[in-house]
């Protein structure tokens, strides 16, 4: 059984800067692409970035080149994002998710995290 | 970067009725699309992978359509319990991009 579990809520101060984890459980960890989407409160979804573990390749959104670095320890099967110069506009929720082989086929943002609630606020 | 697109923003239908939410994109994306479910306050689920199938364990009252830049969503007999905001997403290439929403409602 598939399982990412999300660090709790962080309130930060406009200019610094946010780590959120999420630990997977089920299945080979680097066999897998980690994504991380957001949701500002009453938007919809923004894809943020991927990390491939087995290669340690990322790919980020135009929108967040420069600001965003995800990572990946293979030896805690946890990834990691990090958002730096933090702003009002980044107050959202952060959710991880995961992709997934099926036979022929692989499922793009299968399973997901339960979501981190990141505050900018001074 | 593709652009998806998504109709209607909002819909208010009866229980038991037929449901049909599209979705379109920029240009061509195959069949590399998925769709969500996202009730209030939680993670997105999602129902429908590669556009037309349904993931393990979802009720077969959704169903998805469509290839290329023109897609659809339905649920044939709308139930209580589908109250929630639906999104596509599309993963043809990068950036991955969802649609904007559908919020829909029991009349």
């Keep these: 059984q598939v399982q990412l579990v999300q660090s709790g809520a962080e309130v930060k101060k406009p ?9 997977t459980s089920g299945g080979t960890f680097s066999s ?3 994504n991380w989407v957001r949701q500002a409160p009453g938007q919809g979804l923004e894809w943020m970035g991927r990390i491939i573990p087995m290669f340690g390749l990322t790919n980020y959104a135009q929108t967040f080149q420069g600001r965003v670095t995800i990572t990946a320890d293979e030896s ?9 110069s933090l702003t009002s506009e980044d107050t959202a929720v952060y959710y991880c998710a995961r ?7 692989s499922v793009f943002l299968h399973y997901w995290g339960q979501g981190t609630l990141v505050t900018v606020s001074s | 970067d593709i652009q998806m697109t998504q109709s209607p923003s909002s819909l208010s239908a009866s229980v ?11 240009q061509d994306i195959a ?18 992978y590669d556009a037309s199938n349904l993931e393990t364990g979802v009720p ?3 169903s998805g359509s469509g290839s290329g830049t023109a897609f659809s969503f339905t649920i044939s007999s709308l139930q209580p319990e589908d109250i929630a905001t639906y999104y596509c997403l599309h993963y043809d290439n990068l950036p991955f991009a969802f649609g904007p929403g559908t919020k829909v409602d029991i009349k």
């Design chain 2, 16 to 26: 038991g009725d037929r449901v049909t939410i599209t979705c379109q994109a920029s």
């Design chain 1, 15 to 23: 200019g610094s800067s946010v780590r959120v984890s999420c630990k």
């Design chain 1, 76 to 84: 805690t099967s946890t990834a990691y994002l990090e958002l730096s």
């Design chain 1, 99 to 105: 992709d997934e082989a099926k036979v022929g086929t």
């Design chain 2, 31 to 48: 069949n590399h699309l998925n769709w969500y479910q996202q009730k209030s306050g939680k993670a997105p689920k999602l129902l429908i």
């Design chain 1, 32 to 34: 897998y692409n980690l």
């Design chain 2, 60 to 62: 077969s009252r959704f």
